[in-house]
C-alpha cells in the first residue's frame, strides 16, 4: 500500500527556495513575512495516500452534497440555524473544506468547514517539491496539477457570480476579515488579492468596518464592491461590525461568499449528527447506497443533551466534543482529557459529542512522527485540491514544528487504485520494482517480507 511511504519515505521534500520565488513572485517580501509570522506552515514532507482512500474521500462528497439537496434535510438544519441562513443568494459557497482522519478501516470525514484557508497557500507549495526519480514524479497531487489550480479558483469564484444572477465578471472584490493584517492566513489574503488582479479584476483586502451600505451599494473608500469572499469566522453576520455587509448580502446588492446559508446546511457541527441518523437518512428518501457512504464515511455525531449526559460521560473516553458552531478547533476536547468544570460547560452549550476515530500519522524523521488529516477543498461538489495537514497535540494548529500544510500524492486511476508496473521486453515487473524506485529501502523490507 502506498501509505507505508509515510513511514518510511523520505525522499521527496519542499523545495525552499522554489517557494520562497514562488511566493515573492506574486508580492516581492511575503516569503519574509510568512517564515515571520508563521514559521511551521509548510511541512517539508508530503503526505501518501491511496488512490481507494482517495476515492473513498470523494464518494463521501457526493453523498453528503447529494443529502444536502434533500427537502428533508435542508429544513433539519434550517431548523437550528439563525434567520439569515433561509436567505437563499443562488452562490453555492467557495471553499468547503472536508477534513477526514485516515483509520484502519479507511477515511472518516470528522468536519466540514465553509471558509477553509490555506487553498491558494497549497497551490504554491505543490509548485515547489522535488522528486527524486521519475516514478515518484509521476505520483498526482489531486483531480487537478497544482499550476491548474489557480485559473480553478479564478474560475469558482466566477461562478460563483454567475450563480447569484450577474453576468460577465465582478469588477471589484474584496477580501474581508476582522483586522486582517493580524489574521496567521493573513499571507494568503495577499495571495489572492494578486490572484484576482491577474485575471483581470480589481481587489482589495478590507476589514469589516471599512465597508458601508448607502444607495444600494456595498462599498469602502474607494468604490462599490461587487464581490466578497468573506473570511469572517462570524458565520451568520450577527456581529455589529458586520451590518453593512449583512445589509448588502440579505439585498442582494453584493455576492458574498462563503455565506450564512452554505454554513448552516454544511459546517454546523449538528449536521454531522443528521448525516448519521440512519433512520432519519431514509425517511428523507436518501437512496441506501448513499445511507450507506454516509455511515461508514462519517465519525458518528449526536448532540449532547441532558438526557444523554450521563451514557456521554461514562463513554467519554471514545469520544470527542465539539461546539456546534465551532472552528479552528477551538473549545473543541477530547473526552479523556475532560474534567468535571469543562464538562458542566459542555452542557451548559451547544455540543455534539463525535466518534474519536485516531488520526494515521507521518513520520518525519527515523524518531519522530506527526499526526495527519486530510481536506478535501470542494465546490458545488467537487473535489479541486487535496491537502494534509501535520500536528502535534489534540488538534491541527498550524505551529508544529516541522508540520503544517503539506502536498497529498496518490497514484493514478489505476485498476486497484494503485500504481501498474508494465512488464518489461526481459520479463515481467519486478513487484519490489516501484519501492525501490522510491528509494525507500526499509518499505521495501518490509512490503517484500509480508
Known sequence: MIEKLNSDCFCISLEPDALRRSIDAQSPGLSALIAQRCPNLFAALPVFV?????????????????????????????????????????????????????????????????????????AVLGQAQRACCAEVAALVSGPLRPEA??????????????????????????????????????????????????????????????????????????????????????????????????????????????????????????????????????????????????????????????????RLWSSRRKLFFKPAGGYGSKAAYRGDKLTRRVWDEILRGEYVAQELVAPSERRIAADAALKVDVRNYVYSGVVQQLAARLYQGQTTNLRTAGGGFAPVLTTGNAPGGELVLEDSPDGPADPGALWRALGCQAALRNELSR
Open 149 to 310: 489550480l489557480e485559473r480553478a479558483f479564478f474560475d469558482m469564484f466566477a461562478a460563483e457570480w454567475l450563480y447569484a444572477g450577474r453576468a460577465g465578471l465582478p469588477r471589484r472584490i474584496a477580501i474581508v476579515d476582522r483586522s486582517p493584517e493580524q489574521q496567521f492566513l493573513y499571507p494568503e489574503f495577499v495571495l489572492f488579492e494578486r490572484l484576482f488582479r491577474r485575471f483581470g479584476v480589481e481587489a482589495v483586502i478590507r476589514a469589516p468596518e471599512e465597508l458601508v451600505f448607502a444607495g444600494g451599494e456595498l462599498r469602502d473608500g474607494e468604490g462599490r464592491i461587487d464581490l466578497v469572499y468573506n473570511r469572517l469566522t462570524d458565520f451568520s453576520l450577527q456581529d455589529a461590525a458586520h451590518v453593512a455587509l449583512r445589509q448588502a448580502y440579505l439585498d442582494g446588492a453584493a455576492v458574498v461568499t462563503p455565506h450564512p446559508r452554505a454554513h448552516a446546511l454544511y459546517a454546523d457541527k449538528r449536521n454531522l449528527a443528521l448525516l448519521t441518523d440512519a433512520a432519519r437518512l431514509r425517511a428523507w428518501g436518501v437512496r441506501p447506497a448513499t445511507v450507506e457512504v454516509l455511515l461508514r464515511g462519517i465519525a458518528r455525531t449526536e448532540l449532547v443533551a441532558v438526557a444523554t449526559a450521563p
Open 50 to 122: 491511496s488512490r481507494r482512500h482517495v476515492d473513498a474521500m470523494a464518494a463521501v462528497v457526493a453523498a453528503v452534497e447529494e443529502t444536502v439537496g434533500l427537502p428533508g434535510y435542508r429544513e433539519a438544519a434550517l431548523a437550528h440555524a439563525p434567520a439569515i441562513a433561509r436567505h437563499d443568494p443562488g452562490a453555492r459557497g467557495a471553499f468547503l473544506g472536508y477534513d477526514f482522519h485516515l483509520d484502519a478501516g479507511g477515511p472518516r470525514l470528522i468536519e466540514i468547514n465553509t471558509n477553509a484557508g490555506g487553498a491558494l497557500l497549497n
